[in-house]
């Protein structure tokens, strides 16, 4: 298997503009999640899909942050407008995750997103 | 006080020596214990999962937990330059999706 996939690997934006971050998680994984990591937080998730369905988004920082996943095979995560502080790496993570149960998460490249 | 904690480093050591990894955690209702290995401008990757108190070997590695004390540690024997890297301690939170992570502790193998 390719692994979980994202794209770009790099973006570099001006503060303001809109920001779309793709993912394409493990064929046949159920579950796929959204983190950030900065040096200061640390990994911090974002929000959480179950069968294509938002089910935790209490980590999106506010509401420029928005994630959608049409089919099981793609998601993705913006930001608009974009600001400084949201400059950091997103990792998309699946996993095929069972109801009541924990399963191991596989995380895909990143993206390096520096917002000027 | 923070629910896992996990010293940043960075930890250099000449090649050849054994690592000492280590994190602590608060919330004794942990069951799975996990160390994700990190490369530089790559995702974390699953090193070591245990599920119990005790050690578990797996080559050069070793994980070990001691839940009396919330204390879990990864040993790195015969330690390479290829083991640089950052290593994150996870915390899965039982029947949920939910992993708390450490902040992950730098690691530089000196050849």
């Known amino acids: 298997d390719a692994g979980v996939i994202q794209s770009p690997r790099h973006e570099v934006t001006e503060m303001g503009q809109e920001v779309t971050l793709r993912c394409k998680p493990i064929?046949?994984?159920?579950?796929l999640f959204w983190y950030r990591q900065t040096m200061m937080r640390g990994l911090e998730l974002l929000i959480y899909?179950?069968?294509?369905?938002?089910?935790?988004d209490s980590g999106m920082p506010e509401d420029r942050f928005s994630a959608k996943m049409p089919n099981a095979s793609f998601s993705t995560l913006k930001i608009q407008p974009s600001e400084p502080r949201d400059s950091a790496v997103y990792f998309c993570?699946?996993?095929?995750?069972?109801?009541?149960?924990?399963?191991?998460?596989?995380f895909g490249p990143g993206t390096r997103l520096t917002v000027l | 006080q923070k629910e896992v904690e996990q010293d940043p480093g960075p930890l250099s050591v000449p090649e050849g020596a054994i690592v000492s990894l280590n994190c602590t955690y608060s919330?004794?209702?942990?069951?799975?214990f996990m160390w994700y290995r990190q490369y530089s401008r790559k995702g974390p990757e699953l090193l070591m999962y245990?599920?119990?108190?005790g050690n578990k070997e797996d080559g050069r590695f070793t994980a070990q937990v001691d839940k009396s004390s919330k204390y879990i540690s990864l040993f790195i024997r015969d330690s390479q330059p290829s083991d640089s890297a950052t290593y994150l301690c996870?915390?899965?939170?039982?029947?949920?999706?939910?992993?708390?992570f450490g902040t992950g502790t730098r690691l530089k193998v000196l050849a």
């Open positions: 245990t599920y119990s108190s």
């Open positions: 899909f179950n069968n294509n369905v938002p089910i935790d």
């Open positions: 064929s046949g994984h159920n579950s």
């Open positions: 919330n004794s209702a942990f069951q799975y």
């Open positions: 993570a699946s996993s095929s995750l069972t109801s009541g149960s924990t399963d191991t998460q596989y």
């Open positions: 996870a915390f899965p939170t039982s029947g949920t999706y939910k992993y708390i």
